[in-house]
């Protein structure tokens, strides 16, 4: 049976503890807390400042490659023990960049630290929704991802004192938190974890091109995003030349907003269900990221880092509770969420590498990255536009569905 019928309190809170862990190590730090560190990184001369670009577009390739194995690798184990696994790598992955041996060694650990938190974004929630009342799943969703805003605000408070001590202490003391992290959720997760079933003929995702549509606007999103997330601190600190200091405060914004997203968001979906909120956040994530390309004042750029920081971890319990509308059997939602994190994933990493291409052809030229992913968030809306025509399409032509 999926959900108990009345769960002690305690057997509530504890996995969706475990789950806020889990996306708070495996992607709030593991791939957040890297970008404060990209002028310390260049400045340090560990890399140029082409391959720390490139290096932090690992990351996002471990995320493509790990929600494409998650759940093969659930079925070989459980979703547990793979969760487990997922966040003891990230971890390691911690402690070895704290050796910048070469930048084939850097990469692999990057990569490696986006394995883990691709194969727990598509876990995690399947592992834990299933074990928390219906009535609360969606405060549960946001509480879960929660942790990835937590991990951003988190990296920009604890990466400056830590980079006081150096940079592989700031390395080290990133696993040391990992490490506590996975060692309070070890027991936090289900007591009989669900694996993942296996997919078959019959298990494909209902040919609905209203959910197609969705896997191709969520690609767009994470097109939209990926700037912000990577360049945000560097633009600050060395392309407006404000230095790290008022860079590592924007990041807090960033964070501050990173924490607000998943719950606001949430609401909204309540409020308005998601796909009007997803038309709502889309507007002004577009508008707040052109703005920023020809923002300079600390006010407005404070004030547009919360509004984008809300957007990365806000968008995925979004695009779950959007699913979720769109279809209505649970094991099915599993495989279209599973493939919708692949889209995301896919479009983030190539996005990263063609960012990455573009900002070292420009020769470091901020804005026009900002430019293109805020035309990227806008083709997203547009695409919820073509949403709304399938629709009309489907109640004028029902016998065709």
């Known amino acids: 049976m999926l959900t108990p019928s009345a769960p ?39 890399f140029s400042a082409n391959d720390v670009v490139y290096l932090g577009a690992a990351n996002l390739v471990g995320y493509l490659i790990g929600a494409l194995i998650g759940h093969p ?25 704290g050796f910048p041996l070469s930048v084939g060694w850097f990469f692999g650990w990057r990569l490696l630290s986006g394995i883990a938190g691709g194969a727990i974004m598509v876990l995690v929630a399947a592992t834990v929704l299933p074990h928390v009342p219906a009535s609360r799943r969606g405060l549960a969703s946001g509480a879960i991802f929660l942790g990835i805003g937590l991990g951003i605000a988190g990296s920009g408070t604890i990466v400056p004192p830590l980079l006081s001590l150096g940079l592989q202490d700031t390395w080290f003391g990133l696993g ?3 490490l506590v992290l996975t060692a309070a959720s070890w027991f936090g997760w289900p007591a009989t974890s669900h694996t993942a079933t296996p997919t078959t003929s019959a298990d494909k995702t209902p040919v609905d091109p209203q959910v197609y549509l969705l896997f191709a606007q969520y690609a767009f999103m ?19 030349g404000a230095g790290p200091h008022v860079g ?14 998943p719950v606001s968001y949430g609401f909204l979906a309540d409020k308005l269900g998601a796909r009007w909120s997803i038309r ?25 880092a919360v509004i984008i920081g809300a957007f990365p971890p806000g968008i995925v319990p979004l695009a779950l509770a959007r699913v979720h509308e769109l279809i209505p059997q649970h094991h099915q939602q599993q495989i279209a969420w599973s493939r919708a994190t692949v889209s995301f994933a896919t479009f983030q990493a190539l996005a990263g590498f063609a960012y990455s291409a573009m900002f070292n052809a420009s020769g470091g030229h901020h804005q026009l990255l900002f430019i293109i992913a805020a ?9 919820e536009q073509g949403m709304r025509l399938v629709k009309r399409g489907d109640r004028l032509h029902p016998a065709l569905n």
């Open 176 to 178: 040391l938190l990992s």
């Open 8 to 46: 002690p309190r305690s057997a509530v809170w504890l996995p969706i503890f475990a789950g806020l862990c889990a996306s708070l190590v495996s992607i709030g730090l593991a791939r957040f807390a890297y970008t404060p560190l990209i002028p310390s990184l260049i400045q340090a001369q560990w």
């Open 222 to 240: 994470a097109a939209g995003l990926v700037p912000a997330m990577v360049f945000l601190v560097d633009y600050v600190a060395r392309g407006l």
């Open 280 to 304: 709502l956040v889309l507007v002004v994530q577009a508008i707040a990221v052109g703005l920023l390309a020809i923002s300079s004042s600390f006010t407005a750029l404070a004030v547009l």
């Open 73 to 97: 690798l659930a079925r070989r184990t459980s979703n547990t023990t793979a969760l487990r696994l997922m966040m003891l790598a990230v971890t390691a992955a911690f402690f070895a960049c």
């Open 375 to 383: 035309g990227a968030i806008v083709i997203a809306l547009l695409l």
């Open 248 to 261: 590592a405060l924007i990041w807090v914004m960033y964070g501050l907003g990173a924490i607000i997203g």
